[in-house]
């Protein structure tokens, strides 16, 4: 089931959040070590989820979080043409199931209420089936930022893509 998160689900989404940073650390800019370092995560969380810059899905199986993705909106009158999908994750055990590709279809939904005109993204270009799947909803490369992440000495390419709504 998706649903729109709220300050009720800031746990659930503290801990996927902290699996994410852990079991896919070049997938994120924040690093686990960072995060663990925030003073009151849970109550922050529910901050941000509660903010109106942004708007968090998540899928459940039952009551356990397993995916989840934003909808950023950015805050200069210039730029609120577009909008960002970012913080995409879905727990090991449940990819391959459709889920990935149902949270995105939220977001780009939810963007064209918003009359949002283009959706980005950036994504690690070595994430193969990341990329795959964006481009199976239409999702388009226009770029790739060179050295985006930098994690010890190894390097990482951000691949940059737009789909325009």
Avoid: C
Avoid at 29 to 47: D, F, G, R, S, V
Avoid at 66 to 81: I, R
Avoid at 121 to 126: F, M
């Amino acid at each position: 089931m998706l649903t729109i998160l709220n300050e009720q689900d800031a746990k659930q989404y503290w801990e996927l959040r902290l699996e994410a940073l852990k079991k896919a650390p070049n997938a994120f800019l924040t690093t686990y070590e960072e995060a663990l370092q925030k003073e009151n995560p849970i109550e922050q969380t529910a901050k941000q989820l509660s903010s109106e810059s942004s708007i968090t899905f998540g899928a459940f199986d039952e009551d356990q979080l397993v995916g989840m993705a934003t909808l950023l909106f950015p805050s200069k009158e210039k730029e609120k043409h577009k909008a960002f999908l970012v913080a995409m994750y879905v727990k090991q055990e449940y990819r391959k199931k459709g889920i990935g590709k149902q949270l995105i279809m939220k977001v780009i939904q939810t963007a064209r209420r918003a009359k949002i005109e283009q959706l980005q993204l950036s994504v690690v270009a070595n994430n193969e089936s990341a990329i795959r799947l964006y481009q199976s909803i239409g999702f388009e490369s226009y770029g790739t930022e060179k050295r985006a992440i930098k994690s010890g000495s190894d390097y990482f390419d951000e691949e940059l893509m737009v789909l325009f709504l």
